[in-house]
Structures are given as C-alpha cells and as structure tokens.
Nanobody, 124 residues
C-alpha cells in the first residue's frame, strides 16, 4: 500500500493550493496531513475520518484549510486558501486503518502509512 502526495508548489501570500493524497488499492479509516517547516519539528495540520464523523484542524489553519474525500483515488484533498508565508513547509499525508479518536489525531505515531511529502512555498 502506498500513499502519494502531490500538488505542492510556489504561491504568493493570499493565494491557494490544493494538495492530493492518493492511496493505492483501498481506502483507510483515518487520513491526516502533517507539515514540517525548515528547522522545525513536524506538526499536525488536519485529521479526517473517511466516514466523515470526525475532522480536526490545527488552530493555525482552521477556517483556511479544508480536507475532503477523493473517492476516485481512495484519498483526500487538502484545499489551502489564504496562504501565509508561515504555511511554507513540506506537507505529508498519513493514513491508518483505525478510526482514530479526536484526541489521537494529532499524534504522528498513530499513523501507519505515510506519503513522501510535497513542498509548499508561500512567498510574501
């Protein structure tokens, strides 16, 4: 099973990008996006249950980012609007077969599957 992240690029502040996370062969119960900025630790962005019952956003992206299903590719999209220079990072998609509870979604060690990362650069 593989996760393939794509859609990163260079965008000006205030702009938008849509990231994709495609899974080969099947869907997972929980998907997430994490990001890692240069010189910083990886941080949680959003977690999402495929059932739609639970979604959790980091406070830093709430109201600007939206996660949704990509049924055609067994994955998820991350629509990122009103981008800021501090959103610059490598974005990683992650997934797990378990339906993670709200409080567990932020922990990167809770996800068994990871994509390779896609770079998002927001210029000021």
């Amino acid at each position: 099973v593989q996760l393939q992240a794509s859609g990163g690029g260079l965008v000006q502040a205030g702009g938008s990008l849509r990231l994709s996370c495609a899974a080969s062969g099947r869907t997972f119960s929980t998907y997430a996006w994490f990001r890692q900025a240069p010189g910083k630790e990886r941080e949680f962005v959003v977690g999402f249950r495929w059932s739609g019952s639970t979604t959790r956003y980091a406070d830093s992206v709430k109201g600007r980012f939206t996660i949704s299903r990509d049924r055609a590719n067994n994955g998820v999209f991350l629509q990122m609007n009103s981008l800021k220079p501090e959103d610059t990072a490598v974005y990683y998609c992650a997934a797990d077969d378990r339906s993670l509870i709200f409080s567990s979604m932020t922990r990167d060690n809770g996800y068994a599957y990871w994509g390779q990362g896609t770079l998002v650069t927001v210029s000021s």
